[in-house]
Every structure is written in structure tokens, then in C-alpha cells.
């Protein structure tokens, strides 16, 4: 279906290996968000599947859920990236194993953009407010830091 729609599949790569990863999420009334989540094939990647050309002709790479990409050297994969030309992103996600900055921390100087929540900075910091998660992450390496909130929901 993939590939009658035009999507090009060259690097899916399958294995036998793993089951797939799969998420649900749950948003209750006041619009906070609980996930089920199993691991799979997300938290076996390494960079073994990945090939030498993974970036030419790329001008992004995005990492998302990268605290869940647990086997994936995240430096040496950006580090390629940003050496091939490529901007970089990188949204953090919920470190279950508590490791944070330990898987972290070696990427940073490779992300250009990093996304994360409030609570994750939190992890990520040690600090509480948002300015200061913002200056601690910027001083970690990335060019920008976006770090998104929660807002009430209006009555």
C-alpha cells in the first residue's frame, strides 16, 4: 500500500526478530495524556540496519522518541547527519529506565533542534522552571530548544 502510494520503502528494513512497537494513548477529560506502550522493533534499532548513504540527497534527519531507541549509538547517527549536511531534530519522549542525560547527554552536540515537555526537562536537568531546563539543555550543545508546556484547558 506504501509503495502504490508513492512512499519510498527502500530502507524498511523487517526482521523476525521483534514484534512491533506499538503505542496507545490515552487523554482523559482534562486533556492529560497516559500511554500503553510495547516494545519491539523501536527499542532493538541499531545502527547496524542503517546504511553508509543513509543522508545523501537528506537535508533533515528527525529523531523522535529517542529515550526509547535504546540500542541506537544517537551521537555517532547524528553526528553522520550533521556531518553530510543534514539539520538535525530531536524530540526526547519518557525515559522509563531512568538513564536521561546517560543516553542523552553524548547527542546533544549534534542536535540542532531539541524538543521535550516540561516534565521531561525536569528529568533531563534537575531543574524546575522553564527558562532555566531551556539555558541548562542549551548549554548541553543543541541550537535551539523547544520545550513544550501544558496549558489548563478553558472551561
Not at 8 to 37: K, Q
Not at 51 to 64: C, K, T
Not at 65 to 81: E, F, I, Q, T, Y
Not at 128 to 144: N, W
Request: proline fraction near 6%; hydrophobic fraction near 40%; aromatic fraction near 4%.
Amino acid at each position: 500500500d506504501l509503495v502504490a502510494a508513492g512512499v519510498n520503502i527502500d530502507l524498511v528494513h523487517r526482521t523476525e526478530l521483534y514484534p512491533a512497537s506499538g503505542v496507545v494513548a490515552l487523554i482523559d477529560s482534562a486533556g492529560e495524556r497516559s500511554f500503553l506502550c510495547r516494545a519491539g522493533t523501536n527499542e532493538n534499532l541499531t545502527a547496524d540496519v542503517l546504511p553508509d548513504n543513509l543522508f545523501e540527497g537528506v537535508g533533515l534527519v528527525h529523531v523522535g522518541g529517542a529515550m526509547k531507541l535504546v540500542r541506537l549509538d544517537l551521537p555517532s547517527l547524528l553526528g553522520r547527519a550533521r556531518r553530510s549536511g543534514c539539520v538535525t531534530t530531536l524530540d526526547t519522549d519518557w525515559d522509563a529506565r531512568g538513564e536521561w542525560m546517560k543516553h542523552l547527554g553524548p547527542a546533544l552536540p549534534h542536535v540542532d533542534y531539541l524538543m521535550t515537555n516540561e516534565i521531561e526537562g525536569r528529568m533531563l536537568t534537575g531543574e524546575q522552571e522553564v527558562p532555566r531546563i531551556a539555558s541548562a539543555l542549551l548549554d548541553k550543545g543543541p541550537r535551539m530548544v523547544i520545550i513544550k508546556q501544558r496549558f489548563p484547558r478553558p472551561d
